[in-house]
């Protein structure tokens, strides 16, 4: 079975400029995520998608982060314009259901290293 | 919303030593609790998981996890760590209600030296 897809897996731009992250979830998987871990801390939740509608983006910095799904199936995270502190590790993850008991068990991808200077 | 603790960001041990790492969640409800693992330069993937019933919890390679309600805690064990275990170790946690945000700790980053 294929796993998650994430590209680049590394990407070094200046502040200001624009990124956008790419990811393929496991198919049939109809949630996706998409986490931040910047260095020494865990993941933190950017997005949450399940098909093609956003369930939960509360903590999305929606001025300058924005995400899509449009067909439920692959899912793009841009940046612009990046800043400092966005240099971190961006992470895609999909899930076949979100909702109920039996819930979190999550399929991750290897990352996408940002790199703002 | 939930929140998770690890008590410990590194941890060395030498090989054929015990291993607990500490994890303890703040969240009102019903959860479910899981320890995902991450291996250098590997992702992030699932070592076990507790949704209900026997508190003690078995995963892959050995490791094991016990859910004590009363201290809001879910430790990670292994009787004998092998080099093989270095690693870094994330504590989760989310609601069993409705749609639920998996919630993860700051992670331990465990060095097993041979």
């Known amino acids: 079975e294929a796993g998650v897809a994430q590209s680049p897996r590394y990407k070094i731009i200046e502040k200001r400029q624009s990124v956008a992250f790419w990811c393929n979830p496991i198919?049939?998987?109809?949630?996706l995520y998409w986490y931040q871990q910047i260095l020494g801390q865990g993941p933190k939740l950017l997005i949450q998608?399940?098909?093609?509608?956003?369930?939960?983006d509360s903590q999305l910095p929606k001025d300058r982060f924005s995400a899509e799904r449009l067909k439920g199936v692959d899912s793009t995270l841009k940046i612009q314009p990046a800043k400092l502190e966005d240099s971190a590790v961006y992470l895609c993850?999909?899930?076949?259901?979100?909702?109920?008991?039996?819930?979190?068990?999550?399929?991750f991808g290897e990352g996408s290293r940002l790199t703002v200077l | 919303a939930q929140s998770v603790s690890q008590h410990n960001h590194h941890v060395i041990l030498s090989e054929a030593a015990s291993l607990e790492l500490g994890c303890n969640y703040s969240?009102?409800?019903?959860?479910?609790l899981f320890w995902y693992v991450q291996y250098p330069g590997q992702h992030l993937q699932l070592l076990l998981k507790?949704?209900?019933?026997?508190?003690l919890v078995k995963g892959i390679k050995g490791f094991e996890a016990e859910f004590i309600k009363s201290k809001f805690s879910f430790n990670l064990r292994k009787p004998s760590v092998q080099w093989s275990d270095t690693a870094e170790y994330f504590c989760?946690?989310?609601?069993?209600?409705?749609?639920?945000?998996?919630?993860f700790g700051k992670g331990t980053m465990l060095l097993v030296s041979p």
């Open positions: 993850a999909s899930s076949l259901a979100m909702s109920g008991a039996r819930t979190g068990e999550l399929f």
């Open positions: 198919s049939g998987h109809a949630t």
């Open positions: 998608f399940q098909n093609n509608g956003v369930v939960d």
């Open positions: 969240y009102g409800g019903t959860v479910n």
């Open positions: 507790y949704f209900s019933g026997d508190p």
């Open positions: 989760a946690v989310n609601a069993q209600s409705g749609y639920s945000t998996l919630t």
